[in-house]
């Protein structure tokens, strides 16, 4: 591949040349905000363009000395392509210069950075491969923040195959259901309908949007102590167009497993509760399937009127919604983002500021040994900031870019249908949700117009 066009760019008395397809823009070297436990060659983080990236250092990748930070000559160089989330520190910038074929050496060295010597105007310019240079960093190990609880979603490769589960505690062991059955989740603290005749582990009937539901202790099922606490939920399941509530004692997490790492069990094992175990990390979950959900409807089904009518009822009704949107709080209003444009839920962290940012921005925290940017949403909407233990961080993903939002509390996930919707032209918000039959008004957020504009300020 011939190069058209470098940029030149001097260090002490060498010339070093970098192709202008690799290069956004070039500006002043803003305030650089020092990275602990950084790689080599990294001099840290730094605001640019409205977003956190790191500061790589040209001289320490080339093994002399640093860049002074304080010379009026120093430059920092944006960077395009897979190089985007880095920027150039360099001495001096030189000129642009369009390459004359006749007058460059190009040199095929594996491992070396630098690919083609170029005569111009009596200096040789010695042109680099910033992929091959940026090879040169250690890779950066930065201990993570632990999560205990929260909504956690690993990092997933798109070679490999993977499923979302919602993980949950009973008697404080975990259990696992894949997400595609779940509609939605509800506060266990409603009023149940008894049945005459059932036993512990139907709890009754509940009317949810005019719809009645079976709601079974899943805590009984499993052979556990059932225990009242404001944390437990009940989750409306969904399958072969039947709709049945499982009380449990408390959500833990929605996740997304490398099928590699489940294991169904054998068709020797006889325990029809368990269809296999997810390994997680260190730990092991058992999840159920299809299979337990119907064994349940069934064994429960005689107690209430399951004729067609109400199967095709519900049938109807699961079809009629839109949408999936997690609601939170902020400063005791409720707000919704839509589920597709979440990544993961985790317990509030102290953030690191980040000094000549936008004031919306909180700063960065690090997940698992990634930087992420949190932004406040407080600050968007000039809500006075007051938060508690129960505030998490809500980290969407949009377009590639994972982007935190500190929330008082997640209260639910539920399930929209298309009459509970009615559009909302704002700069933020994209409609209102009337759950409830209109006595819950939830405002939906649009996550694209609140990230375009963080940009646009920026």
Do not use: W
Not at 244 to 270: A, L, T, V, Y
């Amino acid at each position: 591949m011939q190069i058209q066009e470098i940029l030149v760019v001097k260090n002490a008395h060498e010339n070093y040349g970098i192709s202008t397809e690799d290069i956004n823009q070039i500006s002043r070297v803003p305030l650089l905000m020092p990275l602990p436990l950084r790689p080599s060659g990294v001099r840290g983080l730094c605001s640019f363009s409205g977003s956190v990236v790191s500061m790589v250092d040209m001289n320490l990748l080339l093994d002399m000395q640093e860049v002074n930070l304080e010379d009026h000559k120093s430059r920092l160089i944006s960077l395009n392509g897979e190089l985007a989330s880095n920027t150039l520190l360099v001495s001096d910038v030189y000129n642009t210069v369009e390459i004359e074929q006749e007058n460059i050496d190009y040199i095929d060295k594996e491992n070396d950075p630098v690919i083609a010597i170029y005569k111009y105007e009596g200096m040789l310019i010695q042109v680099l491969s910033l992929k091959t240079l940026f090879e040169r960093m250690n890779r950066v190990e930065i201990p993570a923040r632990e999560v205990v609880t929260g909504k956690i979603k690993n990092e997933i490769s798109k070679e490999e195959a993977s499923d979302r589960f919602l993980v949950f505690s009973m008697s404080q062991e975990k259990y696992a259901l894949n997400i595609n059955y779940l509609q939605e989740i509800i506060l266990a603290d409603v009023e149940y309908t008894d049945i005459a005749g059932s036993g512990d582990e139907l709890l009754g009937l509940i009317t949810l949007r005019d719809e009645l539901l079976m709601v079974v202790d899943l805590r009984v099922h499993y052979g556990f102590k059932a225990k009242k606490s404001d944390e437990n939920r009940i989750l409306i399941i969904s399958y072969d167009g039947k709709k049945i509530g499982f009380c449990i004692d408390s959500i833990i997490d929605i996740k997304s497993i490398f099928r590699k790492n489940i294991e169904p069990m054998s068709e020797s094992f006889h325990d029809s509760k368990i269809a296999g175990v997810i390994h997680d990390e260190e730990s092991l979950i058992s999840f159920f399937d299809h299979n337990v959900i119907s064994e349940i409807f069934n064994q429960n089904a005689a107690f209430v009127d399951t004729d067609d009518s109400f199967e095709q009822e519900s049938k109807s009704d699961t079809q009629e919604y839109v949408m999936e949107v997690i609601v939170f709080k902020l400063a005791g209003k409720e707000y919704a983002f839509n589920v597709e444009s979440v990544d993961e839920i985790i317990d509030n962290v102290p953030s690191t500021d980040v000094a000549f940012t936008d004031k919306s921005i909180d700063g960065i925290i690090n997940i698992r040994g990634q930087i992420v940017t949190t932004v406040s949403l407080f600050s968007k909407l000039g809500i006075p900031a007051v938060l508690n233990e129960e505030a998490k961080v809500i980290i969407c993903n949009i377009s590639g870019n994972r982007i935190g939002f500190v929330v008082d509390s997640v209260s639910d996930i539920l399930g929209v249908k298309a009459h509970e919707i009615k559009e909302e032209a704002d700069a933020y918000f994209e409609s209102i949700l009337y759950l409830e039959g209109g006595d819950r008004l939830v405002l939906s957020m649009d996550i694209e117009k609140i990230i375009k504009k963080e940009q646009d300020n920026g």
